[in-house]
């Protein structure tokens, strides 16, 4: 069963924006940390941002602070990431992934290793041009 189908993603010169789509089936969509990862050919896989379903917390790592926007439609279970100012480095497989309500409920979706998602969409490629 796919509960995350992530879109939106392509090819754009450095300093344009892209927007990525979350859509989620989860049932409930709330209360969960849903994050915004990226792989790099070679390299592993790191967190961008992350966001509490159904509530406003909003976490970013410190290569995409001022130039991304995590954020959600609770009504549509859709969460975006709005990519502006992007750079080369940014082009990655970027994947959506949710935790169970019950990891959401012990502590900071800040601090959620990927290891501990438990839903994972299939990614959209970013390609950004110098």
Not at 73 to 80: F, G, L, Q, V
Request: proline share 3%; aromatic share 10%.
């Amino acid at each position: 069963q796919v509960h995350l189908v992530e879109s939106g993603g392509g090819s754009v010169q450095a300093g344009g924006s892209l927007r990525l789509s979350c859509a989620a089936s989860l049932l409930p969509y709330s209360s969960r940390c849903l994050g915004w990862f990226r792989q790099a050919p070679g390299k592993e896989r790191d967190g961008v941002a992350t966001i509490v379903t159904g509530g406003g917390v909003t976490y970013y790592a410190d290569s995409v602070k001022g130039r991304f926007t995590i954020s959600q439609d609770n009504a549509k279970k859709t969460a975006y990431l709005q990519m502006d100012s992007l750079k080369p480095e940014d082009t990655a497989m970027y994947y959506c992934a949710a935790t169970t309500t019950a990891r959401a409920a012990r502590g900071s979706c800040t601090v959620v290793p990927a290891s501990e998602y438990s839903y994972w969409g299939q990614g959209t490629q970013v390609n950004v041009s110098s």
